[in-house]
Nanobody, 124 residues
Framework: QVQLVESGGGLVQAGDSLRLSCAAS????????MGWFRQAPGKERQIVAA????????YYTDSVKGRFTISKDNAKNTIILQMNSLNPEDTAVYYC?????????????????WGQGTQVTVSS
């Protein structure tokens, strides 16, 4: 069982940056891919970025490429999402998730463990 706890959300202005963290309680994450998802009001949940823990390979959805960076801290079993140049369209609840590493990083299903979410609000 993997427990995930997100932190770092908040209210910022357009153009600002935020850093989200996801602390994972697991003996090892080497068999997982870790993803950041977001869900805005009235919209479907979408994948934002993903990283394969054992290789560090990353994936980004097109709308965040060049602005967001996903990374991992091996010592702390933590996934980080650095978000720069935020705009109001990035407003959503952001979720961290863990799924099997055997699947492609762009795959949005087969995530078995989810955090509680953290709100990100970007004002114009």
């Amino acid at each position: 069982q993997v427990q995930l706890v997100e932190s770092g959300g908040g209210l910022v202005q357009a153009g600002d940056s935020l850093r989200l963290s996801c602390a994972a309680s697991a003996r090892t994450l080497s068999t997982y891919r870790m993803g950041w998802f977001r869900q805005a009001p009235g919209k479907e949940r979408q994948i934002v970025a993903a990283i394969r823990w054992n290789t560090g390979t990353t994936y980004y959805t097109d709308s965040v490429k060049g602005r967001f960076t996903i990374s991992k801290d091996n010592a702390k079993n933590t996934i980080i999402l650095q978000m720069n140049s935020l705009n109001p369209e990035d407003t959503a609840v952001y979720y961290c998730a863990a799924g099997g590493a055997q699947y492609p990083l762009w795959r949005t299903t087969d995530y078995d463990h989810w955090g509680q979410g953290t709100q990100v609000t970007v004002s114009s």
